[in-house]
Nanobody, 120 residues
């Protein structure tokens, strides 16, 4: 059993900042890529940012220069620092991870989501 638990969402004014955190727990051998996705009402879920186990990062064009992803491999956590937030960043943010749970056992896991609301 593997769980991803997000925290840190909330309501913030435009231009403000929030930090999202995600902790993975359970039968984890090691975690490959971790990332954040978001889904706004009426829209498809979209990639926000990913980070490999070695620290290589990837960002959606819409958040480049404003969001920063980081992870702690020892703690199985990933964070998303979100600065200069805009109303269009409002969405349900999901943590995602590719996890090795044992010899030749891999899976892709999702958290339950944390709401980020940016007011204008």
């Amino acid at each position: 059993q593997v769980q991803l638990v997000e925290s840190g969402g909330g309501l913030v004014q435009a231009g403000g900042s929030l930090t999202l955190s995600c902790a993975a727990s359970g039968s984890i051998f090691f975690i490959n890529t971790m990332g954040w996705y978001r889904q706004a009402p009426g829209k498809q879920r979209e990639l926000v940012s990913t980070i490999t186990r070695g620290g290589v990062t990837n960002y959606a064009d819409s958040v480049k220069g404003r969001f920063t992803i980081s992870r702690d491999n020892a703690k199985n956590t990933v964070n998303l620092q979100m600065d200069s937030l805009k109303p269009e960043d409002t969405a349900l943010y999901y943590c995602n991870a590719d996890i090795n749970t044992g010899r030749f056992k891999f899976g892709n896991y999702w958290g339950q989501g944390t709401q980020v609301t940016v007011s204008s």
